[in-house]
């Protein structure tokens, strides 16, 4: 009887990671605006976010995210230490070599 019991207290509701990400402290970031697409096919979007909680609670810094994101939006960071590089602005011209 002792098996099943324990068998019974892991079942949990949720995903797979969902207990690793808000046990670790994933913290809530609103979208300000977005900046730029990236990525070699343009599938990663840069945008600027303020971060709501945590101990770098009301700093403003820029990140890349993957999949459909607009002004307003929420984000869970796992880590609010690193920021995104900025995306290269294209050249423009392209006068021919002689």
């Known amino acids: 009887m002792a098996k099943e019991t324990k068998k019974q207290e892991k079942k ?3 995903s797979a990671g969902s207990e690793k990400l808000t046990s670790e402290g994933a913290v809530p970031a609103i979208v300000e605006a977005t900046l730029a697409r990236t990525g070699t096919r343009g599938e990663i979007t840069q945008v600027r976010c303020k971060i709501l909680q945590g101990k770098n609670r009301g700093k403003s810094m820029r990140r890349n995210v993957r999949g459909p994101v607009k002004k307003r939006d ?4 796992r880590e609010t ?17 002689d």
């Open 12 to 14: 949990g509701g949720g």
């Open 74 to 77: 929420i984000l869970m960071l």
């Open 81 to 97: 230490e690193i920021e995104s590089r900025r995306v290269m602005k294209r050249i423009k011209g392209g006068g021919s070599r």
